[in-house]
């Protein structure tokens, strides 16, 4: 069977109104099935504007059409990323990481207080519509913190991610209008650490192999 050539949102794996109260349905629901779904939308739209041009031979203006995918391909990835890495408080949300990564975090950061500052300064301070990640660099094998400013010029060449938050203003102005650092102050409530470390080992694996 042939696979599948076009993206599709993913399904939440929490129910909408499981974040409450650091993020709420409404908040949820409209990042997710408007703003996540436009992503989606948007790249496999390229698909076909591509794909048209290649049959009738036509001139397309690369320079726009690639920005425009690679806009959208990068908003798709990420997002996948930060729905995964988010569960409900108390229900594998928030808490410290643990296993391998929790042993690199403070290594490398001296301790989870310090990693959670840096990150949470590189969140809040991460210009217009940005995000903040947590990554792994494997030339200097270091945890490394990131800001993600414009998705479509940093991800395709993108250190892998071990943890994302979106702080474009669509994922927390309906439940802090302004007020980006209060939003990133609940998200370690809801961070799902057991994803993060499944991600590292991962990469540790793969860069083993
Ligand atoms: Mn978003």
Redesign the pocket.
């Known amino acids: 069977m042939d696979k599948p050539h076009f993206y599709s949102l993913p399904k939440l794996p929490y129910g909408y109104k499981e974040l409450a109260p650091f993020m709420s349905e409404e908040q949820l629901r409209i ?1 997710h099935e408007k ?2 779904q436009a992503y989606v939308t948007g790249a496999n739209a390229l698909f076909e504007k591509l794909e048209q041009a290649r049959k009738a031979g036509g001139e397309l203006d690369m320079k726009a059409a690639l920005k425009e995918l690679s806009f959208h391909i990068g908003g798709h990835l990420l ?1 996948g990323l930060f729905w995964e890495n988010l569960a409900p408080a108390g229900k594998g949300g928030g808490g410290k990481p643990a296993g391998v990564l929790g042993a690199a975090i403070d290594k490398e950061f001296g301790g989870f207080e310090r990693f959670q500052k840096e990150f949470t300064q590189a969140a809040v301070s991460a210009e217009g519509s940005g995000w903040a990640a947590l990554s792994w660099c494997r030339m200097s094998n270091r945890p490394l913190v990131m800001q993600i400013e414009k998705h479509n010029v940093d991800v395709c060449p993108a250190l892998p991610v071990i943890l994302a938050i ?1 702080v ?1 203003e ?2 927390y102005y309906l439940d802090y209008r302004n007020m980006r650092a209060k939003f990133v102050e609940a998200f370690w409530n809801i961070v799902n650490w057991a994803e993060a470390n499944r991600r590292f080992t991962a990469l540790l694996k793969s860069a083993a192999a």
């Open positions: 990042h703003h996540h997002h979106d474009w669509h994922a």
